[in-house]
C-alpha cells in the first residue's frame, strides 16, 4: 500500500444546475509527481480549488493520510501540508515580495508583532533556492514591479517556505519564458527529490509528461483517464489520447479499462 | 545568406539593483506620509508670511492641540477601512452614539472609568454591527454606512428629544484633568491622540493585522486563497473605526462638559478629506496612517489659519478644497499603482 497522501471521493461542484466537476475520484501518494491535463472547461481548475479549499465542494469527501477532512478550508488546506501555486498566481501587488510570501503565514511573535528581519532573510535565501535572483529586485520591491517570471517565482517560494508535503501547481508555465519554464521544471524536480508530492496542471501535455509519472486526464468535469508513465508510453500516445476525447469519432488507442478506474 | 546570432550591445545603462540603506527604504516607504509633511511645512511657511505675528505666537497652536485628538482619533481608524478597501461614513453619530453612553453613566453617578468603557464597548459593537451589515449582507460600505449614519443619528434625537447632557460634575475632577487637562503648558488631549497614532501605526505596520489588511485590500482573492479570513478582517476594521470613534467623542465631549445629540456632525468631511490628503489613495491595498495624521493636521491648521492670517471666515472653505485638491494631485505624481 503506497503512503496515500490526499485522496478525493466522488467530489463535485455543481453551480446551479451546472456541474464544474462531477464526482472526480483522485489521489496523489507521497513522493510523486502527478499531472493533472484536459482541455479548458474540464474542471481542473474547479478540480484543484476545491482541493486548496478556496471553494468548497457539492458534494464528496476529502482525505488527508487517511483522515476524512469535514471543514475544508484554504487555512486547513494549508495546515494540512498542501501549498497551491494558483494560475492567477495569489499576489498581492501592491504588496512587497516580503509579504507575498508571506501572505497569511506572517512570522511573528505571541502578540502578532511581524518579525521583518528574519521574515526578510528568509525571503532572500527561499528566492536563491529556487533560483529566482535578480540584482534588479530585494525581498522589499513592490509584486507589481516584477516580470511575470519573477512573480512566479515569488509564488513557488511561498509554496516551498512551509514544507509542504503536496504542491499544487495550476498551469504553472503558462506565459513563461524558456529559461523560466525550465527553472519551473527544476524546482519540480528538487521538490520530488525532498520526497514531496507536486500536482502539476498543464495545458502543454509536452511538459506536463516530462515532469510527471503518472497522469490524471480530466474531460467535462469527469476523469476521462488513470494512468502511469509507462502505461501511456509518449506524450504523442497522450495527445491522440487527448485527440479522441475531443473528437469522439477517432481511433481509439487506449485500452478502456483504464478508463475512469481508481488506480 | 547566413543568420549569425549574436548579442547586440545597446549601450543603454545595464539595470542596478536600488540603493538599499535605511534611509533609502524609509523613504521608500513612507513616501505619502513624507510628501504630506512636505505639504504641511509649505502651508505653516505660507500662513507664517501671510501672518507673522499670529504665526510665530503660540495661542493658535494651543488651539489646534485642542481639537486635533479628536480628528486624529477618527482619521487613523479611517486609514484602515479605506485601506481594506471600504469606505465608513456613519463613525459622526457612532462617535455621537458612544458619547452619549459615557455622558449617561457619569450622569447616572457611576465611575467615569467605568463610562469610558462603557463608551469604547458600545463605540465597538456599532463598529461590529456596521462591519457586519456591510460585509455579511454584502453591501456597499458606501450606502450602507450612509444609512447608519442617518438611522443611529435619528434614533439619538428620538431618544433625547435634542436635549444635551451637562457633565459639570467632571469639571475639577481626576477624570477632567486626565481627558482634558494640561501637561506642561500642553492640552493632555494630544499626548493620549498621540499615543492612540503610534498604536495604530504599529497596528498597521508591524502587526500580522495591519498587514492582512493591506492583502485584503490589494486582492481580496489571493488573500482568501492564502487562508485569511476576509470577512473577518474587513468587520475587524469597522470595530476599531468604532472604538476611535468613542475616543474621539469622549475627548469632544470632554472639552465642553457637555454632550450634545449632535455630537459627531461635522467630523465627516474633514476626517474623510483628511485621510486622502494624507496620501491614502482610494483604491485599497496601500495606506498610511502617520500620513493620515498629518493630514488631520493639515485639515485643522486650514480652519484657523485662514481666519488667523486675517482672511474671513467665507475664505475657508475655498482654501480647504484648494489644498485637498492640490495635495490629491501631489500624491499622484507621487505614487503609482501597481496592478
Known amino acids: 500500500m503506497p503512503d496515500r497522501l490526499i485522496e478525493l471521493k466522488d467530489v463535485a461542484k455543481s453551480y446551479g444546475r451546472v456541474f464544474a466537476v462531477g464526482g472526480v ?15 479548458n472547461g474540464a474542471g481542473k481548475s474547479t478540480l484543484i480549488k476545491m482541493l486548496a479549499g478556496a471553494i468548497q465542494p457539492t458534494s464528496g469527501q476529502i482525505f488527508v493520510r487517511g483522515v476524512a477532512q469535514p471543514h475544508w478550508n484554504a487555512a486547513r488546506s494549508r495546515d494540512a501540508g498542501i501549498e497551491t501555486v494558483f494560475q492567477d498566481r495569489a499576489l498581492c501587488v501592491q504588496q512587497t515580495i516580503v509579504r507575498n510570501i508571506f501572505l497569511g503565514r506572517e512570522l511573528t511573535n505571541w502578540l502578532g508583532m511581524l518579525d521583518p528581519g528574519k521574515e526578510r532573510r528568509e525571503a532572500e535565501r527561499l528566492m536563491r533556492e529556487i533560483g529566482f535572483t535578480s540584482k534588479v529586485f530585494s525581498p522589499d520591491s513592490i509584486v507589481g514591479q516584477l516580470s511575470g517570471g519573477e512573480r512566479q517565482g515569488v509564488a513557488l517560494a511561498r509554496a516551498i517556505y512551509n514544507k509542504a508535503d503536496l504542491i499544487v501547481m495550476d498551469e504553472p508555465t503558462t506565459a513563461l519564458s524558456l529559461t523560466e519554464t525550465e527553472k519551473v521544471f527544476r524546482f519540480v524536480r528538487t521538490v520530488r527529490a525532498g520526497g514531496r508530492s507536486v500536482l502539476f496542471i498543464g495545458h502543454n501535455i509536452h511538459h506536463v509528461f516530462d515532469i510527471a509519472e503518472r497522469f490524471v486526464v480530466m474531460d467535462r468535469g469527469r476523469v476521462a483517464l488513470h494512468a502511469t508513465k509507462t502505461e501511456v508510453g509518449s506524450a504523442e500516445r497522450l495527445i491522440a489520447f487527448m485527440e479522441k476525447l475531443a473528437h469522439p469519432e477517432g481511433i481509439a488507442s487506449f485500452d478502456p479499462s483504464h478508463n475512469g478506474a481508481v488506480a | ?68 485628538p479628536v480628528a486624529l482619533c477618527l482619521v487613523t481608524p479611517l486609514v484602515f477601512i479605506v485601506t481594506v478597501g471600504e469606505i465608513d461614513l456613519s463613525f459622526p453619530a457612532t462617535m455621537g452614539f458612544a458619547a452619549w453612553i459615557f455622558a449617561l453613566i457619569v450622569q447616572a453617578g457611576y465611575n467615569p472609568v467605568l463610562a469610558i468603557l462603557g463608551a469604547v464597548v458600545m463605540g465597538m459593537a456599532l463598529g461590529l454591527g456596521v462591519g457586519a451589515l456591510v460585509v455579511i449582507a454584502n453591501l456597499s460600505s458606501l450606502i450602507a454606512t450612509l444609512g447608519m449614519n442617518f438611522m443611529l443619528r435619528g434614533f439619538i434625537m428620538i431618544i433625547t428629544q435634542g436635549k444635551s447632557i451637562a457633565l459639570l460634575s467632571l469639571m475639577d475632577s481626576t477624570t477632567g484633568s486626565v481627558l482634558s487637562g494640561q501637561i506642561a503648558g500642553f492640552p493632555v488631549q494630544i499626548f493620549w491622540a498621540l499615543g492612540f497614532v503610534v498604536f495604530a501605526a504599529l497596528l498597521f505596520n508591524r502587526h500580522r493585522f495591519g498587514a492582512r489588511v493591506k492583502a485584503v485590500g490589494d486582492n481580496p482573492d489571493s488573500a482568501g486563497q492564502m487562508g485569511i479570513s476576509v470577512n473577518q478582517v474587513r468587520i475587524a476594521t469597522f470595530v476599531f473605526m468604532g472604538l476611535g470613534a468613542a475616543l474621539a467623542g ?3 465631549t470632554m472639552v465642553n462638559y457637555t454632550w450634545w445629540p449632535t455630537t459627531g456632525d461635522g467630523y465627516l468631511l474633514p476626517a474623510i478629506a483628511s485621510v486622502f490628503v494624507g496620501g491614502t489613495p482610494t483604491w485599497g491595498g496601500v495606506g498610511t496612517i502617520v500620513g493620515g495624521a498629518f493630514g488631520a493636521l493639515i485639515v485643522s491648521f486650514i480652519q484657523s489659519g485662514v481666519v488667523a492670517a486675517g482672511l474671513s471666515g467665507f475664505y475657508v472653505q475655498f482654501f480647504n478644497g484648494l489644498i485637498i485638491i492640490l495635495a490629491l494631485l501631489g500624491h499622484r505624481w507621487n505614487q503609482k499603482r501597481y496592478r
Open chain 1, 25 to 39: 475520484n483522485l489521489h496523489v501518494d507521497r513522493g510523486e509527481v502527478v499531472g493533472l491535463i484536459g482541455d
Open chain 2, 1 to 68: 545568406m547566413s543568420l549569425e546570432l549574436e548579442s547586440v550591445e545597446t549601450g543603454a545603462a545595464r539595470v542596478k539593483r536600488p540603493p538599499d540603506g535605511a534611509l533609502r527604504r524609509f523613504f521608500d516607504a513612507n513616501r505619502a506620509a513624507v510628501g504630506t509633511f512636505a505639504v504641511f511645512v509649505v502651508m505653516i511657511g505660507l500662513f507664517m508670511f501671510a501672518s507673522p505675528r499670529v504665526f510665530l505666537s503660540w495661542p493658535i497652536y494651543n488651539s489646534v492641540l485642542v481639537t486635533l
Open chain 2, 250 to 252: 469622549i475627548f469632544t
